[in-house]
């Protein structure tokens, strides 16, 4: 089938601070035709559709159009599960912002939803798609640092009420630096070491709240219903161990972001967060961290590229890489990772995955 034939029209909901990327992306990467926007505030996603030159539409007629065959879920994480449930009953595959859902039970009900209607569930990270990531995994297959060990993934800031325009429910369950932060980290290490077997760790709550000093919000008082700081221990199925720092509570620090630590060497992962590089690698006995060369690929602002890939692998007939069931596996880690530090236990993972099959060179080039 040509790439023509393999375009999924794309019906945006949630026109917030993330939905431009979306719309500029969505318009131009492969398998994708954006042709409709919604928000809960229609006059946010009039606004986008005067922008971007398409249809703007309320929630329900974007969901009934037989025009949209993908809904890409851009709303706040707490509305997530409604709507990309309500997108697969109206029989629209769905790719949906992270996290998938803001509990487990919840993100297993929109898995088990997609599988019974025979549609796709895709779901954001899909930075590891990118030229950066891919760099690192290829790296690791390759056998370049060796067995991997260990790695560390440090996450460390001071919240985003410093700059985003709504900054409210990132206090919220379902949010906190794990559910907004930790996807991107923990993506990236399942894309590098594969699955999860269980975790440990501790969680503690700093602020009872925040004062925003965003322009659009400047001094609202944000109350924190969430943990904002979390040290925890991983171990994957495949051996290797991690540890994982993920904080809103940290003004300053000198940390790196992912590192992955083999036998025969240490590789520095680029910030996750992101598309592209710089990936560096120092191998036993070397003096100095060297640069490696980045895979062809995305290396800019490419979100979205998880629903392009989604939209190529439903005309191929194989398995899309940022699928419902990684970020299933992300969120059981999120919710174990919370009752670890209640327990203060050992929490396995229910959940389990396969891991994303690597970009052939010629797919990533994109
Ligand atoms: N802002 C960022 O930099 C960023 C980056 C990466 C990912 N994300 C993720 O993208 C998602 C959206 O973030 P954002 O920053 O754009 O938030 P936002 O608050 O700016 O925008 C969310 C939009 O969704 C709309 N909305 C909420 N509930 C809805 C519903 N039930 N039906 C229809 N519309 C609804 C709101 O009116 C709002 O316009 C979140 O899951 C976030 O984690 C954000």
Request: a negative charge; proline letters at 7%.
């Amino acid at each position: 089938m040509g790439l023509q034939a393999a375009k999924l029209r794309v019906g945006i909901i949630g026109c917030g601070n993330i939905s431009g990327i979306y719309m500029k992306n969505c318009r131009v990467l492969p398998g994708l035709k954006l042709v409709a926007c919604a928000d809960a505030l229609p006059e946010r996603a009039e606004a986008k559709a005067r922008e971007h030159g398409i249809d703007a539409l309320s929630v329900d007629a974007l969901l009934e159009s037989p025009e949209i065959d993908l809904v890409v879920d851009l709303t706040v994480p707490a509305a997530h599960s409604l709507v990309n449930q309500r997108a697969l009953e109206a029989g629209k595959h769905v790719y949906s912002e992270k996290p998938l859902a803001v509990t487990r039970a919840e993100g297993e009900a929109t898995v088990a939803l997609a599988e019974s209607r025979g549609l796709r569930v895709g779901c954001a990270p899909d930075t590891f798609l990118g030229a950066g990531l891919q760099t690192c995994i290829n790296l690791i297959d390759q056998g370049v640092i060796g067995e991997p060990v260990a790695a560390v993934a440090f996450m460390a800031g001071h919240g985003p009420e410093s700059w985003h325009p709504d900054p409210a429910f990132f206090y919220k369950q379902g949010a906190g630096p794990m559910f907004d932060m930790g996807p991107y980290y923990l993506t990236t290490l399942i894309a590098m070491l594969g699955p999860v077997a269980r975790i440990s760790g501790v969680a503690r709550k700093s602020f009872a709240e925040r004062i925003a000093t965003s322009e659009a919000r400047k001094g609202e008082r944000l109350p924190v219903e969430v943990p904002t700081h979390y040290a925890s221990t991983l171990e994957f199925a495949s051996g290797p161990v991690a540890s994982l720092l993920i904080s809103f509570d940290v003004w300053a620090h000198n940390l790196p972001r992912i590192e992955v630590y083999g036998s025969e060497g240490s590789l520095s992962v680029p910030d996750p967060n992101t598309f592209g590089g710089p990936v560096r690698v120092k191998l036993a006995g070397d003096a100095e961290w060297r640069e490696a060369p980045l895979a062809p690929g995305y290396t800019d602002n490419s979100r979205g590229l998880g629903a392009s890939d989604m939209a190529l692998a439903i005309a191929e007939g194989r398995p899309h890489r940022a699928s419902g069931q990684l970020a299933l596996h992300v969120l059981d880690l999120m919710e174990s990772a919370q009752e670890a530090y209640e327990t203060a236990q050992y929490v396995k993972l229910r959940s389990s995955v396969t891991r994303p099959a690597p970009l052939p060179v010629e797919k990533a080039v994109g």
